[in-house]
Every structure is written in structure tokens, then in C-alpha cells.
């Protein structure tokens, strides 16, 4: 007979999205007057904070689709190659995942003064991140991702750039559902809404409240 610790399947994913929306709010309200070219540290924090946290709920919900069809893929861009053979938003998809793990695991800096002060800055690739994901997500001229023009030195992170992040996010989200719908999967991912959220004022889904920002 089947343990109880055997039978339970822990569902995170959507827990993610009110938290998330919080620290959206968080800097829309607190972040005060900006320079797109040298933000202050409280929005390149929290602008930073929910980049990665959206990528994190992202991640969750293709990991929660690769247990659902008993996927034997281990990494998450290879997994995403194997659900969308169509890869609409791989490039995007390919971006978030490098941002998201040189803003969480701190990937290192070398360059003389401060980045705001317009010292050429070279990244160090961190050994988690494959040399072709991060040569194919990002610009090292530039020091953004290729598509979606996000920077990849932290401090110049902004509250657009989380509005660019959380679209690309709900796009993604939005092909997982369709996906699995055409292939006439159940719930949760069928007819997911991918979590409630409260968000100005009001109760809505993660993905219209995406589409406010």
C-alpha cells in the first residue's frame, strides 16, 4: 500500500504570483523619481527581485508540464525544445533562464569604476550557464540580452524591464496552456489561469494582471 508521503505531489507554482505582484506594486509605488541610465539602488533591487521571481514561477510551471507528461528531459531549455517544437518565443524563453541565474547565483564583475559612471564592465560567465545559452541570450557589447534588450548588470535594471520580463513571462505561459490544450490535457494546466493575484485594488489572474503593466 502507497505511503501517505508517497501519494502527496506538492503543487508550488501558483503561490508565486501574488508575492510576485506584491513587489510589483512595491516599486511601482516606492520607486520615486529615475534615470534610465543609473537607477537607484531601491528599483534596480526590486526591479531585480521580481525579474527573478517571474522566472522562477515560469520555471515552475514547465517543470510542473514535464512531470505531467512524464518527460525524461533534465534541463529546462531542453524540455522547452521538446513541448514547443514550434520554440515562438525560444529566444525570450532562452534570455529569461541566463538572466535570471546570473541575477540569482551573482555572477561576477571586472572593470574599473562603477557601471553608472560608464567603466566598460566584462562579465565573468558563471559555470552554471552552458557557453552556448549565454552566447546565444546575450550581447556582450551591449551587456543586454539579445531580444528582449534586458541588461545584464543588475544595477542598471529598471521597473521597465520588469514590465518587458513579466510580458515575455505571460507570453510563454499563455503557449504552455494552448499547448496543452490542443493536446487535450486536464487540469491544472489545461485550463490554468496560472494563479490569482491581488493587484491594484483588485483580484485577478496573473496573466491580466501582466497584461496591465
Excluded at 30 to 52: H, K, L, N, Q
Excluded at 73 to 94: I, M
Amino acid at each position: 500500500m502507497p505511503t501517505l508521503a508517497e501519494e502527496y505531489e506538492a503543487l508550488i507554482e501558483t503561490v508565486y504570483a501574488g508575492p510576485l505582484f506584491k513587489l510589483v506594486e512595491t516599486l511601482e509605488q516606492g520607486r520615486g523619481p529615475t534615470a534610465a541610465d543609473a537607477p537607484a539602488p531601491f528599483e534596480y533591487g526590486y526591479a531585480a527581485s521580481t525579474i527573478v521571481l517571474a522566472v522562477l514561477l515560469l520555471e515552475a510551471y514547465l517543470n510542473l508540464s514535464r512531470h505531467l507528461t512524464g518527460s525524461q528531459e533534465r534541463g529546462v531549455l531542453d524540455y522547452y525544445d521538446q513541448a514547443f517544437p514550434s520554440g515562438t518565443h525560444r529566444q525570450e524563453f532562452t534570455e529569461l533562464v541566463v538572466l535570471s541565474e546570473i541575477l540569482a547565483h551573482d555572477l561576477r564583475w571586472r572593470g574599473q569604476g562603477a557601471d553608472r559612471d560608464g567603466a566598460l564592465i566584462t562579465a565573468e560567465r558563471l559555470p552554471a550557464i552552458s557557453v552556448h545559452a549565454f552566447d546565444q541570450a546575450v550581447n556582450t557589447d551591449t551587456q543586454r540580452t539579445r531580444k528582449l534588450g534586458l541588461p545584464i548588470v543588475p544595477t542598471r535594471l529598471t521597473s521597465e524591464h520588469v514590465r518587458v520580463a513579466i510580458h515575455a513571462v505571460a507570453a510563454i505561459l499563455r503557449e504552455l496552456r494552448d499547448t496543452f490544450q490542443v493536446r487535450s490535457q486536464t487540469p491544472p494546466l489545461g485550463t490554468t489561469d496560472f494563479g490569482r493575484v491581488e493587484f491594484r485594488g483588485r483580484v485577478t489572474s496573473f496573466l491580466e494582471a501582466a497584461d496591465e503593466l
